[in-house]
C-alpha cells in the first residue's frame, strides 16, 4: 500500500452516479469537481456562494463541455439552510452515490452560527452531521453509497471539552477549536460506521486528510499562508485521500486516508491511522448524542 500511487485514473467511469462535494467553490472542494467531471459523475455543488459556484462550473464546463453539474445553495452553518438544500437535492434526485463533506472554516475568529453554535464545530462538524442526517434516506436507497468525512492533521490537538463545547467559558482559542472540530469529523465516522455495521443498505464510512495543501482555508492564519510557499502541495494534489476514501473499492468501513510523504502531510494517498484519542468510543457515542440533540437531526 504504501508505495502505490493511487490518483485519478483509478477512478472508474461514473456515468449515472451522482456525487456532491460541499464547499466546491475553492481548494480541495474544487479540485474535487474539476478531477471527476471527466468522469462523467453528476456533480452537485453544495455551497454558500452559488455565485463563486457558478463561476466554477463554467470553468470547468469550459474544460469539459459534457459535464453534468448543479450549482446548489447550501450554508453549513444554519440548520435552515441545510434542510432546505437537503430537501431539494432529494426532490431532484433519485440518487446518491457519494457525499464528500468537504467543506470547512479554519482558525478563524471567535463567532456563532446562526443557530448559535461556535463557528469552527458549527460548520466543520455539525452542519455535515445534520446534512448527512438528512440525506441518510437517499444514502440508504442507493447501492454501494459512501460518506467521506474530510479531518486534518490537526486532529491531533483536538481534544473536546464536553462541559464548555460552545465555548462559553474558556477563553477563544482559535487553533484548539479547529483541532477539536477535526476530531470531531473523525469521531463521526468512526461512530457512524459503528452504528450501521450490520445494516446492508447503509452507506460506507470514511475519511481523508488532504495534508498540507495550498487554499483558501488558511487564510485566517498569516503563518501558514507564509509557510504554503515551501510547504503546500496543490489542491489537485490534497484532493486525492478524499477521492481514494470515496472511490477506492478495497476501502472499508472506518478506513482513513491521507498523504504518503513528508510525515503525512505530501504525496499519494495511502491508508493510515489517526491518532489515539479520535478512536475513543465513549467520547464518539457522547459527540454523537449531543449532535442529535443540538441539531434535531436523529439518524
Known sequence: MANSKWNEQNI???????????????????????????????????????????????????????????????????????????????SNFDRLDVLINNAGVMMSPFARTSDGFELQMGTNHLGHFALTGHLMPILKATKDSRVVATSSMAHMAGNIDFEDFNWEKRKYNPTQAYGD?????????????????DDPDAPMATAAHPGWTGTELQRHSGAAQFLNNFFAQKPAMGILPSLRAAYDSEAKPGDYYGPSRFFGMHGSPIKINSNKRSHDEEAAKKLWDLSAEMTGVSY
Not at 34 to 43: G, H, R, S
Not at 47 to 57: D, F, H, I, L, P
Not at 183 to 192: C, R, S
Request: zero cysteines; proline letters at 2%.
Open 181 to 197: 472540530s477535526k476530531i470531531a469529523n473523525l469521531y463521526f465516522t468512526y461512530e457512524l460506521a459503528k452504528r450501521y455495521k
Open 12 to 90: 472508474s467511469d461514473q456515468n449515472g452516479k451522482v456525487v456532491i462535494i460541499t464547499g466546491a467553490t475553492s481548494g480541495i472542494g474544487k479540485a474535487a469537481a474539476k478531477l471527476l467531471a471527466p468522469k462523467n459523475a453528476q456533480i452537485v455543488m453544495a455551497v454558500r456562494n452559488t455565485q463563486k459556484g457558478e463561476k466554477v462550473a463554467k470553468e470547468i464546463l469550459d474544460h469539459n463541455p459534457n459535464a453534468l453539474i448543479t450549482v446548489s445553495k447550501m450554508d453549513l452553518s444554519s440548520l435552515d439552510s441545510i434542510k432546505e438544500f437537503a430537501d431539494d437535492f432529494i
